[in-house]
């Protein structure tokens, strides 16, 4: 069989069209968990499930109990179904002793069996025999992270999948306060489809007030306010933070403020983007755009530069290198001094 997409595996789940062999790995354990949770729930009603299920862990298993259970016929049931979830902690799954008992039952899986293997935050060694035979006679899934310009298109077409609509604006926010992780990006999205009415789109307001971000103070307006060089807002904006640091910490600030400024070394590099370039860099929204032109108007490309050297000290800085007694706050608000006023880098490294 071939590799399969997470859309095409779905369809024929919904189909009832069930594989022998599952094989779902990859970085992104999102698709991993849902088709798993969709065979466990679906491929035979919930009163054959006590004789007929079984969910097994890597780290409690072997090789051989896993294929036991697989070679079990269904007790008055169509089907039988084996999910290995952390498939990944199988001590003995890629060992060469193991290999022959899997091929022989690759080749020859039992018809009413399912057999999931759920492993995750990696993939098997493409070079190795159990990944080509996996490849060749199981249904095999390889979920891979998405990219930075990825998120946003793909959370829009997750809304739309709930027969609803979300802002630019809100797409914006969540793609860059959350990023990839898309278990915790469809949780946050279901938790503000619950408090829209109907007809109501996910707006800016809505994720400000649900996913716990300041309408006013907030790593958005912070990086907003740099764009604008707007010093007044910007010490706002840090002071808030210094009054609230549990609901304020400083790595994922650092990350966004970081992503941004990289992608703005990116744009001086190319020199007149188009839109295609802005993006191929994630910013697929105008006022997006607006805010990266200006930035390239307010910082030269050897500021920008200067500037992520500058978040890569405060980085070190927020784990405790070189920071003295510095709290999380006067780091921050070091950085953002340092940002808006071109002091030579050489004045502060050396």
Avoid at 202 to 227: H, P, T
Wanted: aromatic share 8%.
């Amino acid at each position: 069989m071939p590799n399969f997409s997470p859309d095409e595996i779905l369809k024929q789940l919904q189909q009832r069209q069930f594989a022998p062999i599952y094989f779902l790995q990859g970085e992104e354990p999102y698709y991993i968990d849902l088709i798993a949770d969709i065979i466990e729930k679906s491929v035979m009603p919930e009163h054959e499930r006590g004789f007929n299920q079984v969910v097994l862990y890597g780290k409690d298993v072997d090789t051989a109990t896993i294929l036991g259970q697989a070679r079990r016929f269904p007790m008055m049931a169509e089907r039988s179904v084996v999910i290995v979830k952390e498939a990944q902690s199988v001590a003995d799954l890629e060992r060469e002793s193991s290999y022959p008992f899997f091929e022989a039952y690759l080749k020859n899986p039992l018809a009413s069996t399912v057999l999931v293997f759920c492993y995750k935050h990696k993939t098997l060694d493409g070079r190795k025999a159990l990944a080509k035979a996996m490849t060749k006679h199981a249904a095999v899934l390889t979920s891979k992270k998405l990219y930075d310009n990825q998120v946003a298109p793909w959370l829009t077409s997750y809304v739309r999948s709930k027969q609803q609509q979300i802002a630019p604006q809100a797409v914006a926010m969540l793609s860059e306060y959350i990023g990839p992780d898309l278990g915790r990006l469809t949780n946050e999205i279901d938790k503000l489809l619950l408090n829209v009415k109907p007809g109501q789109a996910i707006d800016e307001d809505l994720v400000q007030r649900l996913v716990g971000i300041s309408k006013d103070y907030n790593i958005f307006e912070l990086q907003r306010a740099l764009v604008q060089r707007d010093v007044l807002k910007a010490n706002r904006i840090l002071h808030y933070f210094e009054a609230n640091p549990k609901a304020n910490p400083i790595i994922p600030n650092l990350t966004l403020l970081f992503g941004f400024f990289t992608k703005l070394l990116v744009l001086h590099k190319i020199g007149t983007p188009s839109d295609a370039d802005f993006k191929k860099l994630g910013m697929v929204n105008s006022f997006q755009q607006k805010d990266a032109q200006l930035a390239m108007r307010n910082y030269s490309f050897q500021r920008t530069r200067d500037i992520i050297h500058l978040l890569r000290r405060a980085d070190a800085q927020s784990k405790g290198i070189e920071s003295g007694s510095m709290t999380e706050g006067e780091i921050l608000r070091e950085l953002v001094f340092l940002m808006l006023h071109p002091v030579p880098l050489s004045a502060i490294v050396g």
